[in-house]
């Protein structure tokens, strides 16, 4: 959140506050006229990045003061005044902006008339002396309240929402057990629409201390008396299962009942960057204005980011996605494969609900750790998996959420074996069937989610697999990599030299939400099944054909339709992208991964596809003198299929080095 202030005459005439009206008061500082907030310590910090700016020598000079009720305006004391009046020599109509950063702390910075973004930020104003925007910059979330402890982030969480909405909600949804707590009778307030049985309050008929609230030494309440609901003694509880990721059923529970207690104000998440609970505001609902898919502004704000890609790998990435909705992402390691999937599922969300990274265990025999399972003690519960992944698909199954891209990235998705665990997922992709949950009676989640009976697969869902190949993972077999675009993740000498020359940690906060208002015409654009009718591109495929029938490796239907498809998205995406260039995606991504065997098998079919990669003309001299080739470096050959025709001579090398080659190993 944002507020921008027009300079005024009390501004910077002498005196010892600046006055705020109700808003920003309210909004930007969440200060409570009605529970007269007293001496709120707060900070403000300057901000000036440009290097030539008079103001440049103040940067990061921070400023602590306080902010105090003044009946119906709040002030803060008179430091942040003689900084703006004496240090910057504000005048009048210069325009401050407040960004808030969380409860008590505040950046600023000072846009004086004739300065490059002045007219931008007086147009905002419209004549106004003040205006609060709300998500003007979407990166910058405000974090209410975050700390590392759940349980004092919880407690303190609790106190927040009571200040700002008191007991009524309390009251409405409470209700009231009789419980001992050692020998010490208590009443408990449960919230069984959120939490079931379990006590959130307790309320005693006299003061605790923090002995008396254990149990087995374990403290059972925290010993401070909130006093609340008319009661004289009631305490907050301490124990709440260890829920140390979103995806745990008291965490996503706890965050429904402050989304409901607040009337959709407010929520909480987990960040795992910092690893901090926040509380920040619920703008999951807000409409994001939409336009046109623009690649090249995921390219930008990736190398802001410090992520180096280069255009033909993102452009092969996004296109592959819209092609078909499972992409396996292979290559070496730390080549970025987990990091350019993050990067455009963080640039192209509203929120951090529509992706999940799923770590892929190496003990996965079945899909339980991705759709879970009923319980077999409880005729009506399904056991969800704490990887999030049902919770996701049944979120993106929602009416409301069709317009919204889901992400599933399935990290090191080979470390078990695929076909086993993935098996369901592999089918509803193509049938457009559902997969069978469980049957009997209706079943819900530990957390209260009711579980169908059964599940298909939305259209709105992606799901990315990055893979390495070494001795403690699994091969992909022939029916995996028949349903997945490929791509191979490779570092070139020029690109480890950029980054050598200027190393750095990419900070992918800097993409979260920037491509929120394309997220519906890239759906779209997946969405689209028609395929230009393309000549060349069907002759070139068919000699592909015979040769990698040869070895039995030759494609169906089914890849000969996605390659048209791929190559379709490609040029949607990218409108001056060559034939040729589309066919030798098609080729590396669609029909090589499946390309493997022995010395004896392979090597002439290998030699036989790299001549058909280069120019025509140089195809028949190309393979009767191509050890002299393979040994002048190739130098002199004209090469028309670039990536395709550089793996093939790898998986000939190999081959030869090995006995034995296949796509992922060369």
Request: charged residues 25%; contains cysteine.
């Amino acid at each position: 959140m944002i507020y921008i202030r027009n300079l005024f005459t009390q501004d910077l005439r002498d005196g010892k506050q600046i006055a705020f009206p109700t808003e920003p008061s309210n909004l930007l500082f969440k200060f409570s006229f009605s529970n007269q907030d007293s001496d709120r310590k707060i900070s403000f910090k300057f901000k000036e990045k440009d290097i030539n700016s008079p103001f440049f020598q103040f940067n990061g000079k921070t400023i602590n003061t306080r902010i105090y009720s003044a009946g119906s305006e709040s002030r803060i004391d008179g430091e942040l005044k003689h900084f703006l009046k004496v240090d910057l020599n504000a005048v009048v109509d210069d325009i401050v902006v407040f960004r808030a950063i969380n409860l008590t702390s505040y950046e600023f910075e000072l846009i004086p008339q004739g300065s490059t973004f002045y007219k931008g930020y007086k147009a905002l104003l419209n004549g106004k002396n003040h205006e609060v925007v709300i998500d003007q910059v979407p990166n910058e979330d405000i974090d209410l309240i975050k700390s590392s402890k759940i349980r004092e982030f919880l407690f303190d969480v609790f106190k927040f929402l009571h200040k700002e909405f008191g007991d009524e909600f309390l009251i409405e949804k409470s209700a009231i057990a009789k419980r001992k707590l050692a020998e010490t009778r208590y009443e408990a307030y449960l919230f069984p629409d959120y939490f079931k049985t379990h006590p959130i309050l307790g309320s005693f008929d006299e003061a605790q201390l923090e002995e008396s609230l254990k149990t087995s030494n374990t403290l059972r309440y925290f010993p401070e008396n909130i006093k609340i609901l008319d009661q004289k003694y009631i305490y907050f509880t301490t124990q709440w299962g260890f829920p140390e990721y979103e995806n745990s059923p008291f965490f996503i529970s706890f965050n429904q009942f402050t989304i409901d207690y607040s009337n959709k104000k407010y929520k909480i998440e987990y960040d795992e960057n910092s690893q901090y609970y926040k509380l920040v505001l619920n703008q999951t609902e807000k409409e994001i204005p939409q336009i046109d898919f623009n690649l090249n502004s995921f390219q930008e704000k990736a190398i802001e980011s410090g992520l180096i890609f280069s255009s033909q790998l993102v452009n092969r990435f996004i296109a592959s996605l819209c092609a078909k909705p499972f992409v396996i992402c292979s290559g070496l390691s730390g080549s970025g494969k987990t990091k350019l999937a993050q990067a455009f599922t963080k640039w192209i969300s509203a929120d951090k609900s529509q992706y999940k990274i799923v770590p892929v265990g190496a003990d996965w025999t079945n899909r339980e750790p991705l759709l879970g399972y009923p319980n077999g003690l409880n005729p009506i519960e399904y056991i969800t998996p704490d990887s999030g992944v049902l919770h996701l698909l049944l979120e993106a199954s929602k009416e409301q959420n069709q317009r919204k891209p889901y992400f599933i990235i399935l990290d090191e998705m080979n470390l078990s074996h695929v076909e086993r665990y993935f098996a369901d997922f592999l089918s509803i992709m193509e049938s457009k069937d559902t997969v069978k949950l469980y049957t009997g009676s209706d079943r819900s989640s530990t957390d209260g989610l009711d579980i169908t009976q059964q599940i298909g697969w939305p259209k709105n869902v992606f799901i990315i697999g990055t893979v390495n190949i070494d001795e403690t993972t699994y091969m992909f077999s022939p029916k995996v990599l028949d349903r997945a675009n490929v791509i191979e993740f490779r570092i070139t000498e020029e690109e480890i030299a950029e980054f050598l020359n200027n190393p750095g940690i990419p900070d992918l906060s800097k993409l979260s939400k920037q491509g929120a208002n394309m997220a519906e015409n890239f759906l779209a654009i997946a969405a689209i099944s028609d395929t230009d009718k393309n000549e060349e591109l069907t002759n070139k495929l068919n000699l592909f054909f015979s040769e990698l029938k040869k070895v039995g490796a030759e494609f169906g239907y089914r890849t000969a339709s996605e390659i048209m498809q791929l190559v379709t998205k490609l040029k949607t995406l990218e409108p001056t992208i060559q034939n040729n260039v589309c066919l030798d995606i098609a080729i590396m991504q669609k029909l090589l991964p499946k390309l493997h065997g022995s010395r004896s098998k392979l090597v002439k079919v290998l030699i036989a596809l790299a001549a058909l990669c280069i120019e025509d003309k140089q195809k028949e001299e190309f393979i009767k003198n191509f050890e002299n080739h393979l040994k002048n470096d190739f130098d002199g050959i004209e090469v028309k299929f670039d990536i395709s025709f550089e793996k093939l001579i790898r998986m000939y090398k190999n081959v030869l080095a090995n006995g034995f080659t296949s796509y992922a190993e060369a």
